[in-house]
């Protein structure tokens, strides 16, 4: 099970911080991303990060947004700073080999304002 919170209305320059609790899975072993599906458009990947935290990003994230990973609390974040509007999106996570057709949590909503 994959529960996304952290999500709301922002202004434009402002931050949010993203959480995705997940269990029944050997949260440890795994490798995690983020990924974000806008209005009328396809999910797109964000965010990747491996067991050892090495991390990847998508190029219209980079230097704005951080993935991190809590171990001991099963849980993986998204630090989303200098946010846009484009930004705005439902945020998700999972694995990074994830098919449409798999589990998907209910998502997080971001909303930013300009």
């Known amino acids: 099970q994959l529960v996304e919170s952290g999500g709301g209305l922002v202004q434009a320059g402002g931050s949010l911080r993203l959480s995705c609790a997940a269990s029944?899975?050997?949260?440890?072993?795994?490798?995690w991303a983020w990924y974000r599906q806008a209005p009328g458009k396809q999910r797109e990947l964000v965010a990747t990060i491996d067991r050892r935290g090495s991390t990847t990003y998508a190029d219209f994230v980079k230097g704005r947004f951080a993935i991190s990973r809590n171990n001991a609390q099963n849980t993986v974040y998204l630090q989303m700073n200098s946010l846009k509007p484009e930004d705005t999106a439902t945020y998700y996570c999972n694995f990074p080999s994830a098919r449409e057709s798999g589990y998907w949590g209910q998502g997080t909503q971001v909303t930013v304002s300009s």
């Open positions: 029944g899975t050997i949260f440890s072993i795994n490798a």
